[in-house]
Nanobody, 122 residues
Framework: QVQLVESGGGLVHAGGSLRLSCTAS????????MGWFRQAPGKEREFVAA????????YYADSVRGRFTISRDNALNTIDLQMNSLKFEDTAVYYC???????????????WGQGTQVTVSS
């Protein structure tokens, strides 16, 4: 099993920034992918960003590309999501995810964290 713990959510004004972090522990896959999904009130969960083990392959949703940056530190088993120029529509619960590859992480993650709330006031 893999445990994922997110941190860094909160309330921010539109145009502001937040940085989310996630730490993985337990029995992780060899060279696993990590990423983020989000779920806004009344909407389905949607993909946000994913990164492969080496950090050489990164995917972003069109809605966040150019504003969000995903990064990882394999020594610490952590990933971060730097969110800039936040918009009201970025308000959601953000979930850290892990998959046995970056593509699986993007399409159908194997493990999910509990989520952290991000609220952007307009």
């Amino acid at each position: 099993q893999v445990q994922l713990v997110e941190s860094g959510g909160g309330l921010v004004h539109a145009g502001g920034s937040l940085r989310l972090s996630c730490t993985a522990s337990g029995r992780t896959f060899n060279k696993y992918g990590m990423g983020w999904f989000r779920q806004a009130p009344g909407k389905e969960r949607e993909f946000v960003a994913a990164i492969n083990w080496e950090g050489s392959i990164i995917y972003y949703a069109d809605s966040v590309r150019g504003r969000f940056t995903i990064s990882r530190d394999n020594a610490l088993n952590t990933i971060d999501l730097q969110m800039n120029s936040l918009k009201f529509e970025d308000t959601a619960v953000y979930y850290c995810v892990v998959g046995d590859s970056v593509v699986k992480t993007k399409l159908n993650p194997d493990y999910w964290g509990q989520g952290t709330q991000v609220t952007v006031s307009s």
